[in-house]
């Protein structure tokens, strides 16, 4: 049971475009839904923490505008990257939480890599 | 503030040797602890939890911890390491919902 998927697993695209990153717990209703950020060799950066229906909440320093997220279900977020620059290549990380729980179960990660 | 310090970045161990990684916290009220495992390029994998009572946790993978709350330490132990335990090891504390993850231990097993 807890199982997270992401997808896609990997994306190549060129500087300008957007991408856009879904998250999905496959056995669960998950009512908290986060997105990190991981650099090679580092921890695990949270981004946003978002509830379905409900706006995201970003942290200090990470740009709503350029990080959309979606949380449409219980089932199903999606982070947009838009306009992508080389800087933005990362290794994007989602977990979820179900209501009445504190533990978050992550997905496999989504390697994205701009030109 | 809270956080979450492991003080081994790296650690390399013999198949078949016992393992202790190491976590510190700090936080003012009793602590939500996490360790997950991460393998290269992919997601993190709960290993065990603790919330409360009994201070000796058992989780996945033959692994355990031990929170001692007069050390603030929740130290991750397993009694004989596999080769497939090479990975990275994250020790988490939960903070209103959030987790404050350590810097990782990147553990290395040596034939």
């Known amino acids: 049971g807890a199982v997270v998927s992401q997808h896609p697993s990997w994306v190549i695209c060129k500087s300008g475009t957007s991408v856009k990153i879904e998250c999905r717990s496959l056995?669960?209703?998950?009512?908290?839904m986060f997105w990190y950020r991981q650099f090679p060799k580092q921890s695990l950066m949270l981004m946003a923490t978002?509830?379905?229906?409900?706006?995201?909440?970003?942290e200090q320093g990470v740009e709503k505008d350029k990080f959309l997220i979606n949380h449409a279900s219980l089932t199903l977020s999606t982070l947009t990257v838009t306009s992508a620059h080389p800087e933005d290549s990362s290794f994007y990380i989602c977990?979820?939480?179900?209501?009445?729980?504190?533990?978050?179960?992550f997905g496999p990660g989504t390697r994205l890599t701009v030109l | 503030a809270q956080s979450v310090t492991q003080p081994d970045i790296h650690i390399t161990v013999s198949e078949g040797a016992s393992l202790e990684l190491r976590c510190n916290y700090s936080?003012?009220?009793?602590?939500?602890l996490f360790w997950y495992v991460q393998s290269p390029g992919q997601g993190l994998q709960l290993l065990l939890k603790?919330?409360?009572?009994?201070?000796l946790v058992q989780g996945i993978k033959g692994f355990e911890a031990e929170f001692k709350r007069s050390q603030s330490s929740f130290n991750l132990r397993k009694p004989s390491v596999h080769w497939s335990d090479a990975a990275e090891y994250f020790c988490?504390?939960?903070?209103?919902?959030?987790?404050?993850f350590g810097q990782g231990t990147e553990l290395s097993v040596k034939p």
């Open positions: 977990s979820a939480r179900a209501e009445g729980t504190d533990t978050q179960y």
């Open positions: 056995d669960f209703q998950a009512t908290t």
């Open positions: 978002s509830n379905e229906g409900s706006k995201a909440t970003y």
């Open positions: 936080y003012g009220a009793t602590p939500y």
């Open positions: 603790y919330f409360s009572g009994d201070t």
């Open positions: 988490a504390l939960n903070q209103g919902g959030k987790l404050i």
